[in-house]
């Protein structure tokens, strides 16, 4: 039998054993995954828990349900990946798995003990994140009874993950307070370490002009050195000071240690791979797809899911001894929610940078690029029923893995 390993049953690994146990003949190939969790947690949903959209029983599954029938599923933490011997050893009993093809999809995580001051005895009291369930379910509960200041959402360091995400927390924000009748109590304020709303120039400037007119600030460029937990303030290398009343944080994100302990990782503990078909380039029975992969496109579950199309079919290439075609183009597609019941959406790749125009079907949509409308709104919520019922479980869906230049408009 060959064997083929995924490290990690999140977004990525699941979508692969999935697509994997369909498309190998199973007399042939036994197929295990490895996590160290029992839940999958849909993190898309973490946005919304804080201002009471969702709740946490809204966002999370067992992870067993959907691992398909014939592939194994082993709950252990991965301690480190040995290249050299085709193994892998795992925490619980020292277990070692032989492979002969190895997926490593262990996503990234956010350290907040990674910056000084952010991680301390007002973690949880006047500062949150709501990138782990804990966060956003904590930052619920203040909220609630918040009775307005100065909220300063600052993302820490680039990449994180979902890279709009931080845009669409201070977007619904404004809805929130607005409705709670607070919105003329609170300043809103968005620290990025980037120079304006989003990485691409278009993106840039039209999110920028939305937020403009939601009235947040952003303070750009702005390299967080520490946090001044007791003065309230968060302070930039270049010794800018802002103070706060709540802190809402998108700490540094960095892929798992094993990676770094199994000596494959950059300095984020990202694994290098070939960014149209993700095999690494010092072991051609290696790939990392999903958010582990240190790719120059977004990490967020629709990369995953493109990557994960493109993949499956090289890899079947790829065992019958063919070349593996450079298909992966980067493809992105996020939509983000920006408060009153709107939302807007980008579609980009690693050449083409977010433009306006319609998806997916030109000139029709019925989804607006780079625009606000009720219909991406509602995309974005029918987008969770979407990912347990058909993303997850590797189906197929009628949307292209590439890129498409129709229906955009260029400038
Ligand atoms: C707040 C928020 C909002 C988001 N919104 C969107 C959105 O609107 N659209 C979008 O496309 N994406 C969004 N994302 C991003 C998206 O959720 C991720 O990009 C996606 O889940 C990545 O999938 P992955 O499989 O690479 O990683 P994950 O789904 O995180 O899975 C990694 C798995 O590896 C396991 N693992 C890690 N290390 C080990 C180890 N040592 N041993 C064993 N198991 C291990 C983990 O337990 C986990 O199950 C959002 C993310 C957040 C946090």
């Not at 890279?163 to 990025?192: C, K, S």
Request: charged share 20%.
């Amino acid at each position: 039998m060959k064997k083929l390993l995924i490290l990690g049953a999140g977004t990525a690994g699941t979508m692969v054993a999935n697509r994997m146990a369909r498309l190998l003949d199973q007399t042939e190939w036994q197929i295990t995954i490895v996590d160290q969790h029992e839940t999958h947690y849909y993190q898309p949903g973490l946005l919304f828990i804080p201002f009471g959209m969702y709740s946490k029983n809204d966002v999370v599954k067992p992870k067993r349900d959907f691992i398909p029938a014939g592939v194994e599923f082993i709950m252990s933490p991965v301690d480190v990946i040995e290249p050299e011997h085709n193994r892998v050893k795992l925490v619980k009993d020292g277990r070692y798995l032989n492979y002969d093809f190895l997926v490593i999809a262990t996503g990234t995580r956010t350290h907040p003990e990674q910056t000084p001051g952010l991680h301390e005895h007002e973690w949880f009291k006047s500062i949150y994140d709501f990138y782990t369930i804990e966060g956003a379910v904590a930052l619920a509960k203040h909220l609630r009874t918040w009775q307005g200041g100065r909220l300063v959402l600052n993302v820490v360091e680039n990449p994180i993950k979902c890279p709009v995400a931080p845009l669409e927390f201070i977007m619904l924000a404004d809805w929130f307070f607005h409705e709670q009748g607070l919105r003329n109590r609170v300043e809103l304020i968005y620290a990025t370490p980037l120079p304006g709303a989003f990485t691409k120039p278009i993106a840039s400037k039209h999110l920028g002009d939305i937020l403009d007119r939601k009235g947040v600030k952003i303070e750009p460029e702005f390299l967080l050195m520490e946090v001044q937990p007791d003065a309230k303030k968060i302070v930039s290398y270049d010794e800018r000071e802002i103070a706060y009343d709540l802190l809402v944080t998108v700490p540094v994100n960095m892929g798992d240690e094993s990676i770094a302990r199994s000596g494959l990782g950059d300095e984020l503990n990202y694994v290098q791979v070939d960014k149209h078909t993700f095999v690494s380039p010092k072991h051609a029975n290696i790939f990392a797809l999903g958010d582990a992969a240190a790719l120059p496109t977004s990490k967020a579950g629709s990369v995953a899911h493109f990557a994960v199309d493109c993949f499956s079919e090289n890899f079947l290439r790829y065992v019958d001894g063919l070349e593996m075609l450079p298909t992966f183009d980067g493809h992105a597609n996020c939509f983000i929610e920006s408060g009153f019941g709107k939302g807007l959406l980008i579609d980009f790749n690693y050449e083409v940078e977010p433009l306006p125009g319609h998806y997916p079907l030109p000139g029709v949509g019925p989804f607006t690029l780079l625009q606000e409308s009720e219909a991406n709104h509602w995309g974005k919520l029918m987008f969770r029923w979407m990912y347990w019922n058909i993303l997850l479980k590797g189906q197929e869906m009628p949307l292209p893995a590439r890129m498409s230049m129709a229906g955009k408009w260029g400038k």
